[in-house]
């Protein structure tokens, strides 16, 4: 019987830990091409031992999932029936990266005293004699290589899944070599040594991005059936593209992942670096590549809060106008330093970490009485912000390069400061210091962006760039005489990436002595 008919099981599984005397499966899913639907069971662990955090972050699979998981008897009770309705007798399981499956599956039929009731074949081992120089082989790239849509592989259905298409991949090539049968599959895989990868070599034809332009645009790598993996930026499309291709030593994992599966490009060009920037923040949100991770919206929720600071919302109105932020917690150490002054009492967590509230209160006296400070003058945030501004602007006729950086971080509730087993009331004031800059800076940086919604932006030097930009969208036209009090109301995360690029992108060009003048 050919390959291509044979009738196989795909399967796999996902367990607790690297070996079986150490860990149990967890999960067990098989499949056959003839059955339209995967089969998947969460398998129950002995004495109720709780999933390892570490394996609940890899696979998915928490303690509130594992109130399905059935009895490992039950669950091969149920593999059985499945072969003996969907496979037939002389099972082949095909698996990939079958060395890690084996001895898990070797351990569970022990403990059931039962005999394996199929052999196995790796599509890991049959990929390395086939495409020795393909940079990666691991399921999701290899499957990508097929044209499995690229997605989250982290549950063993999905795994199964792309088996399936990494299989029928497989007996494609392998039929081109004249291997049709199981037979001749075996002896090809003894006579065949393994060989060490001596190249790289891509799907993407190399006549492909070596024609690309000297311009400055953005790239979308595609998948072999137009799924958008990768939207990039640009100043050369040709040197940043052809970059990915170059050096095959200390590659990023992950990259050549994708690489794997990119087979065609499709560009858009523009008229300047600052332009494909803009743009492709906006690609990244209407297309969302899978292997994009910075400027996509996800969960991310913007912060604007009232002018006395005392509410907030994630979207602007004509009351929350101040921001934007880019989340609730961007100001939250001088909102609970204001709160803790009207309340006479000091919050625990003011930065983050739970502190002794009697040291926060000694930190902050001592902070006051170095600069000349009434405690009770910070009950009102705008006047922290206000002492904070001050220093700030202070910092930068000191050190511009310093106080562009702070301007320049981006707001996080995360404290970055040095970790200290003892803290003292002097670490404190410090603690004081720094945040009343920095959420000054943060403050700062709102304006900035609020500046940039509706601007008139002229670069001179080695690049000219002329933008009008209005609503946070470059338009043509000149802009209007008249701009709305509440600029950020019906904008959201896409708006304010778009102007953080812009804000940014701006600043690099000044660092390169080049003009920057708005209007």
């Known amino acids: 019987m050919s390959l291509k008919k044979k009738s196989v099981l795909f399967l796999d599984l996902q367990t607790t830990g690297a070996k079986p005397d150490t860990a149990n499966i967890l999960e067990i899913a098989w499949g056959s091409l003839q059955s339209e639907t995967v089969e998947s069971f969460l398998v129950q662990q002995p004495e109720d031992q ?57 351990d569970a039929y022990e403990k059931l005293q039962e005999a394996m009731p199929f052999s196995i074949l790796c599509t890991h081992e049959i990929a390395k004699r086939l495409f020795p120089n393909l940079p990666t082989r691991g399921i999701k790239g290899l499957a990508g290589y097929f044209g499995c849509p690229s997605g989250e592989l982290k549950r063993a259905a999905n795994h199964v899944q792309a088996t399936q298409v990494i299989w029928q991949g497989l007996t494609a090539a392998l039929e081109e070599k004249g291997i049709h049968t199981v037979e001749e599959l075996h002896h090809w895989l003894q006579e065949t040594p393994k060989t060490a990868r001596s190249k790289y070599e891509y799907p993407l034809p190399k006549e492909k991005r070596l024609s690309l332009p000297k311009e400055p645009g953005i790239y979308r790598m595609m998948s072999r059936w137009g799924e958008v993996l990768y939207v990039g930026k640009a100043t050369s499309l040709h040197d940043r593209v052809n970059s990915y291709f170059r050096g095959q030593k200390n590659r990023d994992t992950r990259k050549l992942e994708m690489l794997t599966q990119v087979w065609d490009l499709h560009v858009t060009t523009v008229g300047s670096p600052l ?47 101040i921001g934007p932020f880019s989340n609730a917690m961007a100001l939250d150490s001088i909102l609970r330093l204001s709160a803790s002054l009207a309340a006479e009492s000091f919050d625990e967590n003011m930065f983050y970490e739970p502190l002794d509230a009697e040291l926060l209160k000694e930190g902050f006296q001592l902070f006051c009485e170095r600069h000349g400070f009434e405690m009770y003058e910070f009950t009102s945030v705008r006047a922290i912000l206000a002492v904070g501004l001050n220093w700030y602007r202070k910092l930068k006729d000191e050190d511009e390069e310093e106080a562009q950086e702070l301007l320049e971080e981006t707001e996080t509730s995360e404290e970055d400061d040095d970790v200290e087993t003892e803290l003292t009331a002097e670490d404190i004031a410090d603690k004081f210091e720094r945040h009343f800059i920095r959420s000054a800076a943060t403050y700062l940086r709102t304006k900035k962006l609020t500046a940039l919604m509706n601007a008139h932006i002229q670069v001179t030097g080695e690049q000219k760039i002329d933008l009008r930009i209005h609503n946070g969208h470059i338009v043509k036209e000149d802009l209007p005489k008249t701009i709305s009090k509440c600029p950020w109301k019906d904008h959201s995360v896409d708006t304010y990436d778009r102007m953080t690029v812009l804000y940014t992108e701006l ?13």
């Open 275 to 321: 332009e494909a920037a803009l743009l492709e923040t906006d690609e990244i949100k209407r297309l969302n590549p899978p292997y994009n991770v910075s400027l996509k919206v996800g969960r991310r929720e913007l912060a604007f809060f009232n002018r006395d600071f005392t509410s907030s919302r994630a979207e602007a109105d004509d009351e929350h106008f």
């Open 507 to 519: 600043n690099k060009l000044r660092s390169q002595d080049h003009i920057v003048e708005m209007s």
């Open 50 to 106: 709780p999933v390892p955090r570490r394996i609940q972050f890899i696979t998915g699979i928490y303690d509130k999932h594992m109130v399905d998981a059935r009895p490992l008897p039950e669950v091969f009770s149920s593999l059985k029936e499945f072969i003996k309705t969907h496979v037939g007798e002389d099972v082949l399981a095909v698996i990939h990266f079958a060395q890690f499956e084996k001895p898990f599956l070797a």
